[in-house]
């Protein structure tokens, strides 16, 4: 079974700083890649995802992130971070299989909380 | 288009109560999932259903019932609520597929159980 890491527990950036959050995955074979973020008291949106080709995703409100197979890893980035991004921040994967059921689910990492002082 | 909606929002309950949440989608998607969110562990998967009738275990699935009798319902049942299901449940969506689809979250639900 596949797993995520978000070894960056809590993240406290300027306004202006650049922004770079881990994410590591576990799986030996093909994986959808997924950055969710979650603004307080409100549910979870799909800032970017990554299914194949150009390793450089763009996504919402400025944020990227690179798939690099070789490392296992997904980080997501910002060059200039805004006090709005103060959010939390969720990786995650699904791997892909020959079968149709089952290679549905996503496995979320635990999280970054990402607090943007002015 | 109102799109996946969680009710209730806020819920407090006492232990060995039953409790349901509800959950409803209006996008006829075929996959829907509960997940609960605690600090420290991030979203963890309860149950899941790739079509009407059709469900199956998550991570953690030990005290939570699901039933799907019609598509657009994914109602999650605590049978007999204990203090360590107090937490933020979420629903979500997707498109059925080959590959998933990002999936569509609710608004979810602050359960409490005293």
């Known amino acids: 079974a596949q797993s995520v890491s978000q070894h960056n527990h809590h993240v406290i950036l300027s306004e202006a700083a650049s922004l770079e959050l881990g994410c590591n995955y576990s799986y030996g074979g093909t994986v959808n890649l997924f950055w969710y973020v979650q603004y307080p008291g409100q549910h979870l949106q799909l800032l970017l995802k990554?299914?194949?080709?150009?390793?450089l995703v763009k996504g919402i409100k400025g944020f990227e992130a690179e798939f690099i197979k070789s490392k296992f890893s997904f980080n997501l980035r910002k060059p200039s971070v805004q006090w709005s991004d103060t959010a939390e921040y969720f990786c995650?994967?699904?791997?892909?299989?020959?079968?149709?059921?089952?290679?549905?689910?996503?496995?979320f990492g635990t999280g970054t909380r990402l607090t943007i002082i002015p | 288009d109102a799109g996946i909606t969680q009710s209730p929002r806020y819920k407090i309950t006492e232990t060995g109560r039953q409790v349901t949440l509800m959950c409803h989608q209006t996008w006829s998607h075929s996959y829907m999932f509960w997940y609960r969110q605690d600090l420290g562990h991030g979203l963890r998967l309860i149950y899941y259903?790739?079509?009407?009738?059709?469900?199956d275990k998550g991570e953690v699935p030990d005290g939570y019932v699901v039933s799907r009798s019609k598509t657009e319902n994914f109602p999650l049942t605590l049978e007999s609520a204990t203090r360590s299901q107090t937490s933020v449940y979420f629903c979500?969506?997707?498109?059925?597929?080959?590959?998933?689809?990002?999936?569509?979250f609710g608004p979810g639900t602050r359960l409490t159980v005293l």
């Open positions: 995650a994967v699904n791997a892909r299989g020959r079968t149709n059921f089952g290679n549905e689910k996503l496995t």
């Open positions: 259903s790739a079509a009407a009738d059709i469900t």
């Open positions: 979500a969506s997707s498109t059925s597929g080959r590959w998933v689809r990002e999936q569509f």
């Open positions: 990554y299914f194949s080709g150009d390793p």
